[in-house]
């Protein structure tokens, strides 16, 4: 989904006009840098948080030359969704009615 399509979705289920939206997204998205910057951490109520990993250093190897490389520790952000937004997708479907049974 794009800036402007979200936009648009926000601005049609709010009721808020186009350019208070857009205010509105680029807020949240200088408040969530700022926050990850200094606390590591930025949430979402509802959905999940945004968290700072570090990635430790490891030994890689170069797929051409199969030489091998040294990749240092890096900072790296994660989303880590709640767990009402994973239930959303980890619910087991049931079989409709009348499939998976055997006539016989």
């Known amino acids: ?6 936009i648009e979705g ?5 009721g808020i ?6 205010r509105f997204y680029d807020g949240l998205v200088t408040l ?3 926050e990850l910057q200094s606390k590591g951490e930025f949430v979402l109520p509802g959905l999940g948080a945004f968290k ?9 190897r170069n797929p051409r030359t199969g030489e091998p490389i040294k ?10 969704p709640y767990s009402s ?8 479907e049931e079989p409709a009615s009348g499939e998976g ?3 016989v």
């Open 1 to 6: 989904m794009t800036k402007d399509k979200m």
């Open 10 to 14: 926000i601005m049609r289920a709010s």
């Open 17 to 22: 006009s186009k350019a208070n939206v857009e």
């Open 32 to 34: 969530a840098k700022k």
């Open 52 to 60: 700072v990993r570090v990635r430790k250093a490891r030994i890689a």
């Open 71 to 80: 990749v240092p520790s890096k900072k790296v952000v994660r989303f880590v």
């Open 85 to 92: 937004l994973k239930s959303l997708f980890s619910k087991k």
């Open 101 to 103: 049974q055997s006539l």
